[in-house]
């Protein structure tokens, strides 16, 4: 199980708008990494590892690259939540609802010089292309490209499994790096999400056997949670509906060698 902090607007321009000095902030984000270790203390046990993510967000609207940064930028912005959480006891950090390329590699060579390992999650509109227009694959690739394949794995969150299911269909070796999916309950667009007064759930029945209908193209895909409109029932559809998966995958590995197929839960 991977427990993430609540820290997706613990960076400073959010902390500047709520009146936190950098010092207490980088006291927030500590705290919220040890919040997780009492977690991981009471229920760790041997056959369930649980590893502890520290979550950056964008330094902007989660939706919209409305404050768009070059790289550089991009990782001198973030490089002090990052420093911060390679000071605790986090394993990792994920950069979660990234919608635009240079933001993403920003966080990769922040969290590079941090020497912290890190998640890069891209959200997408309903064309299964990056609010810039920018294809999935291409973004992967030249995070990729231009980090040297620092990225431990990529993720897709805060989108619907039908705005990215053709994107994905192909099989193509680049989806090989896709090992997390946090997907919305809800089928909206992030435009309509926004303008929404009520949070849309969607059917929890269903969004597990897309999932389950993703992880048989992705294959290596084991991190498994949810984004907006989504809780327990969610979470407990999708473990149904994927855990035979990875059962079958496991009997398959006896025979021939295969990837770590264990699947992981995101909190």
């Known amino acids: 199980m991977i427990l993430e902090s609540a820290t997706w607007r613990a960076s400073a321009d959010w902390g500047t708008k709520l009146g936190y000095t950098a010092d207490a902030l980088a006291a927030a984000n500590r705290k919220a990494i040890g919040v997780l270790e009492g977690i991981r203390s009471e229920f760790e046990a041997a056959g369930i590892p649980i590893v502890i993510s520290g979550c950056l967000g964008p330094r902007g609207d989660g939706y919209v690259p409305d404050r768009a940064m070059s790289a550089p930028e991009a990782a001198a912005y973030h490089r002090k939540q990052m420093e911060t959480f390679a000071g605790t006891a986090a394993d990792m950090a994920s950069a979660i609802t990234m919608n635009y390329v240079e933001e993403a590699l920003g966080v990769a060579r922040a969290a590079q010089h941090a020497s912290m390992p890190v998640a890069i999650s891209f ?26 394949r620092y990225p431990v794995y990529y993720m897709i969150n805060c989108a619907h499994p039908t705005h990215f299911d053709e994107v994905v269909a192909s099989g193509e070796a680049w989806q090989d790096r896709i090992r997390g999916l946090r997907a919305n309950a809800s089928r909206m667009s992030h435009a309509e999400l926004n303008e929404s007064p009520t949070l849309d759930s969607g059917n929890p029945a269903e969004l597990g056997a897309q999932y389950a209908g993703l992880k048989k193209r992705l294959k290596q895909l084991n991190v498994m949670g949810g984004c907006c409109g989504t809780d327990h029932r969610h979470v407990e559809q999708i473990a149904a509906a994927c855990s035979p998966l990875f059962r079958t995958l496991r009997g398959a590995a006896i025979r021939q060698p295969q990837p770590d197929w264990r699947p992981i839960t995101l909190c």
């Open 123 to 148: 959200t997408v509109e309903t064309d299964g292309k990056l609010p810039t227009g920018q294809t999935l694959r291409s973004a992967i690739e030249q995070v990729d490209a231009e980090t040297s």
